[in-house]
């Protein structure tokens, strides 16, 4: 019996083990997930970043960095949680971030919860917008290349979407709606007719933070095993939404399973 309780404790410890290490590994290592989408010829490249809550990111940003330009990505989405809610604006490395991203292609973004409880998080957004940050809450922005004509719109983390952002003048060939939050129920205004958005990318979930048989086990405003964490899904008639599992780390410290995540998403048109 007593050799039998060791057996069970020295299994308990190394399943721990292995657990831990996983887990360790998995603040580290960035997934780059290609989705593509369309059925065109004109080609245009996004990435989708969300959640990297600075300074709580364990990854190394300089080779982020480096894999986008690598990728030859046209622009850049950032949906929100950029930084963590207590961090300081002015040296968390968001905003350097941001000014490295720009160097690279356009940026979009739309504010997380934790910029918008943050109580300099207006100011942060200003900050941005002086590095050249394109910020669409509640309305929109137009991508340009060579014949492709993208309308970008958002709505942060509480701001309403209404279709009449979108100039109809643009004459824009696809719609993209950032959305900090998964859940459709937060996206105010939306519908299913012929003025809903192509495109919804959206993060917050962390992906469920442990990851099993490819579920998440829980996620803020869904609780447990929830529905909308990751990955791609269909809505309504025309509407696609893809959820990054993000890239920091938050309030909790660990990710199982579950790497940080960038969609590499190709849309042609």
Same mark, same amino acid.
């Given at each position: 019996?007593?050799?039998?309780?060791?057996?069970?404790?020295?299994?308990?410890?190394?399943?721990?083990?292995?657990?831990?290490?996983?887990?360790?590994?998995?603040?580290?290592?960035?997934?780059?997930?290609?989705?593509?989408?369309?059925?065109?010829?004109?080609?245009?490249?996004?990435?989708?970043?969300?959640?990297?809550?600075?300074?709580?990111?364990?990854?190394?940003?300089?080779?982020?960095?480096?894999?986008?330009?690598?990728?030859?990505?046209?622009?850049?989405?950032?949906?929100?949680?950029?930084?963590?809610?207590?961090?300081?604006?002015?040296?968390?490395?968001?905003?350097?971030?941001?000014?490295?991203?720009?160097?690279?292609?356009?940026?979009?973004?739309?504010?997380?919860?934790?910029?918008?409880?943050?109580?300099?998080?207006? %100011? @942060?957004?200003? =900050?941005?917008? /002086?590095?050249? !940050?394109?910020? &669409?809450?509640?309305? +929109? $922005? %137009? @991508?340009?290349? =060579?014949?492709? /004509?993208?309308? !970008?719109?958002? &709505?942060?983390?509480? +701001? $309403?979407?209404?279709?009449?952002?979108?100039?109809?003048?643009?004459?824009?060939?696809?719609?993209?709606?950032? $959305?900090?939050?998964?859940?459709?129920?937060?996206?105010?205004?939306?519908?299913?007719?012929?003025?809903?958005?192509?495109?919804?990318?959206?993060?917050?979930?962390?992906?469920?933070?442990?990851?099993?048989?490819?579920?998440?086990?829980?996620?803020?405003?869904?609780?447990?095993?929830?529905?909308?964490?990751?990955?791609?899904?269909?809505?309504?008639?025309?509407?696609?939404?893809?959820?990054?599992?993000?890239?920091?780390?938050?309030?909790?410290?660990?990710?199982?399973?579950?790497?940080?995540?960038?969609?590499?998403?190709?849309?042609?048109?």
């Amino acid at each position: 019996m007593e050799v039998y309780s060791i057996v069970i404790v020295a299994v308990c410890i190394l399943v721990f083990c292995i657990a831990f290490v996983s887990a360790f590994i998995d603040n580290k290592t960035v997934v780059y997930e290609p989705f593509a989408l369309g059925e065109g010829v004109r080609k245009v490249r996004i990435a989708h970043l969300s959640d990297l809550h600075f300074p709580k990111q364990a990854v190394d940003t300089e080779r982020l960095l480096y894999e986008l330009k690598q990728r030859e990505i046209d622009f850049v989405a950032l949906t929100g949680d950029l930084m963590g809610r207590r961090s300081d604006i002015f040296t968390c490395g968001a905003l350097e971030f941001a000014r490295e991203l720009t160097a690279i292609c356009p940026v979009y973004y739309v504010r997380g919860n934790h910029e918008t409880e943050h109580r300099h998080g207006d %100011l @942060f957004v200003e =900050e941005l917008k /002086k590095l050249g !940050v394109h910020v &669409v809450e509640g309305s +929109a $922005a %137009l @991508f340009e290349k =060579e014949e492709i /004509k993208i309308a !970008v719109a958002g &709505v942060g983390d509480e +701001a $309403a979407f209404s279709p009449a952002q979108i100039p109809a003048e643009w004459a824009a060939d696809y719609t993209l709606l950032l $959305a900090h939050h998964p859940e459709r129920k937060r996206w105010k205004g939306y519908t299913d007719g012929a003025s809903s958005p192509d495109l919804v990318l959206a993060g917050h979930a962390h992906g469920g933070q442990f990851r099993m048989f490819g579920m998440g086990a829980f996620a803020p405003d869904q609780g447990l095993f929830p529905r909308v964490a990751a990955g791609r899904r269909r809505i309504g008639d025309k509407t696609e939404l893809i959820v990054s599992r993000g890239i920091g780390r938050s309030e909790f410290p660990l990710r199982l399973n579950n790497p940080p995540h960038v969609p590499i998403i190709e849309i042609t048109i």
